[in-house]
């Protein structure tokens, strides 16, 4: 795993995470545990600051991302994604670019790379999209 830590966005209001070391395309930057929670749950976390911070994982779950996982920022410009491990119940997080010592670390949240469509409903309206 990289070195990596949480620090206020030069780019978003908000936290963020950031390198701590130069990260090469193609390395794992972090292994990350999910909390999986059914879709009967979800009405409830809507009403959370949480609902803010899930990620789609099957027809029948949603999953919040423990680790630095659900505090990365979105970018459709991003030098990193996300993989789903079902298996194991993890993301992996892998840089898709090299990443220099200090740079933020994005991923577009609509899961692949170069996907251009508008955020869902979830995402707030008054957050800056990079």
Do not use: C
Request: net charge positive.
């Amino acid at each position: 795993m990289q070195k990596i830590t949480i620090r206020q966005s030069k780019i978003i209001a908000g936290q963020g995470v950031i390198a701590e070391e130069n990260i090469k395309k193609g390395i794992i930057i972090e292994v990350v545990p999910l909390l999986l929670m059914s879709m009967k749950e979800f009405d409830l976390i809507k009403q959370t600051k949480l609902y803010y911070y899930f990620f789609e994982y099957t027809n029948n779950h949603f999953a919040i991302a423990l680790g630095y996982g659900s505090l990365y920022n979105h970018s459709y410009d991003p030098n990193a994604r996300y993989l789903y491990n079902f298996k194991k119940k993890q993301l992996i997080i892998k840089a898709i670019k090299d990443i220099k010592k200090e740079e933020e670390i994005f991923f577009n949240y609509n899961y692949y790379p170069d996907d251009k469509a508008p955020l869902g409903d979830w995402f707030p309206k008054n957050h800056e999209v990079i």
